[in-house]
């Protein structure tokens, strides 16, 4: 039998088996449904989109903490944004999309999608 992940969500227990999901693809999810807002530039402590396809997107689970207690899920990212933009407006559309994308791929329920901003992207590469 294979070795368990660190941590998993049981997302079905059915009779002839279950479905688990581990913590870091809900962070993956996460991280990704992040970075598809306009205005988001990069998860904190974590690569710029040019790099995404070379590292693989498992590093976009970077910057992302997952919890689960008693069923729902709190979500808890670090994020860069693009100079120029409103960091309520982008806060809010990133909450948004990471709940949407979080329960309609997975059926967890996703009540709380903390967002801290650790910086802002004033060029290509560089961050504040």
């Known amino acids: 039998m294979a070795k368990e992940e660190k941590e998993t969500y049981v997302l079905h227990d059915g009779n002839i088996g279950?479905?688990?999901i581990a913590a870091d693809v809900v962070a993956v999810i996460a991280g990704l449904a992040a970075?598809?807002?306009e205005g988001v530039s990069?998860?904190?402590g974590n690569i710029t989109r040019?790099?995404?396809?070379?590292?693989?997107?498992k590093n976009l689970s970077k910057g992302v903490k997952v919890e689960l207690?008693?069923?729902k899920v709190q979500v808890r990212l670090m994020l860069n944004l693009k100079y120029g933009y409103n960091v309520m407006d982008?806060?809010?559309?990133v909450q948004e999309r990471v709940k949407t994308m979080i329960e309609s791929m997975?059926?967890?329920?996703?009540?709380?999608?903390?967002v801290r901003v650790a910086g802002v992207a004033i060029d290509k590469g560089g961050t504040l």
């Open 50 to 57: 040019e790099l995404i396809s070379k590292l693989g997107v």
């Open 42 to 44: 990069s998860m904190a």
């Open 90 to 93: 982008i806060s809010g559309k």
């Open 35 to 37: 970075m598809e807002v």
């Open 18 to 20: 279950n479905t688990q």
């Open 69 to 71: 207690t008693d069923g």
């Open 106 to 114: 997975t059926g967890l329920d996703v009540t709380e999608v903390d």
